[in-house]
């Protein structure tokens, strides 16, 4: 039987090697074939999830809902020291200092990743900003949204804190942070399908100890990681349970 394996699109392009490195491992591990298929944004991976495509996945916290209480999906493992956290930015030459200086009507550099939307725009509402009061522009990465911000097209900009940081130097010294997220309890967490649940013991095994290892410390770098921890079913279902408080 041959597995698949994705990941969510808003992970670092620096770490695409690294998740074809981390699957040859598993599989090694395993001694099963896994096939890694990537999807270049949400609604295309979204797509394969509902045809039932997808066996394991590295899921962005707010596809986990659909994924566990639809499509049956249990959790095994989540980074270590690693949550999801939003940034939004300004180009550095900015007036904008605070969230209070924003005024309805702004333009607003985004990718599609469902999470670091949600969470910025309630970042915004100090400044009574909601979706009806600001114009939404809509890039594939947020290197394109920093280009948005620098060519002068976007106001402020909505980053995940992990790719706001990968972003080059260059970029980095003409883009300036004005709020950052600290809910420490949202993360993105690895999943398994209902058919590949008979792995799911030897999974919970396997990643906690990766970093026990040469080999496998060399794997968690090369995804930006450092290391796995136990995700049970019920933390999965807290964290569910927050993003549908926050969406409401």
């Known amino acids: 039987m041959r597995y698949v394996m ?3 699109p ?3 392009p620096a770490q695409i090697a690294g998740w074809y490195i ?9 001694g099963v074939q896994i096939h890694v298929e990537l999807y270049q944004n ?4 979204r797509t394969a999830i ?3 495509s997808i066996d394991l996945i590295y899921a962005n916290p707010f596809d986990a809902a659909m994924l566990v209480r639809e499509k049956g999906f249990t959790a095994i493992a989540t980074p270590l020291h690693k949550s999801d956290e939003a940034i939004i930015a300004v180009a550095v030459d900015s007036a904008v200092r605070h969230i209070e200086d924003l005024k309805p009507g702004i333009r607003i550099a985004t990718t599609d990743d469902p999470d670091v939307n949600l ?3 309630i970042m915004l509402e100090p400044a009574d900003l909601s979706a009806d009061n600001v114009e939404t522009q809509a890039v594939d990465t947020y290197v394109l949204v920093a280009k948005q911000l620098l060519q002068g097209q976007a106001d402020v900009g909505f980053f995940l804190r992990d790719a706001f940081e990968a972003l080059s130097g260059v970029i980095q010294r003409q883009v300036r942070e004005l709020i950052r997220s600290e809910i420490h309890v949202i993360r993105h967490v690895l999943l398994v399908s209902p058919r590949m649940q008979a792995l799911r013991p030897e999974l919970q095994q396997l990643l906690p100890a990766m970093g026990n290892d040469a080999k496998g410390k060399s794997v968690l770098e090369s995804l930006g990681l ?6 049970e079913q019920e933390d999965t279902e807290f964290m569910i349970d927050l993003m549908d408080t926050l969406v409401s």
């Open 226 to 231: 450092l290391g796995w921890e136990i995700q």
């Open 50 to 52: 509902q045809n039932d």
């Open 22 to 30: 981390f699957n040859t491992w598993l599989q090694r591990q395993l």
């Open 6 to 8: 994705t990941v969510s």
């Open 10 to 12: 808003d992970f670092p």
């Open 119 to 121: 969470i910025s725009m």
């Open 42 to 45: 949400f609604a295309n991976q």
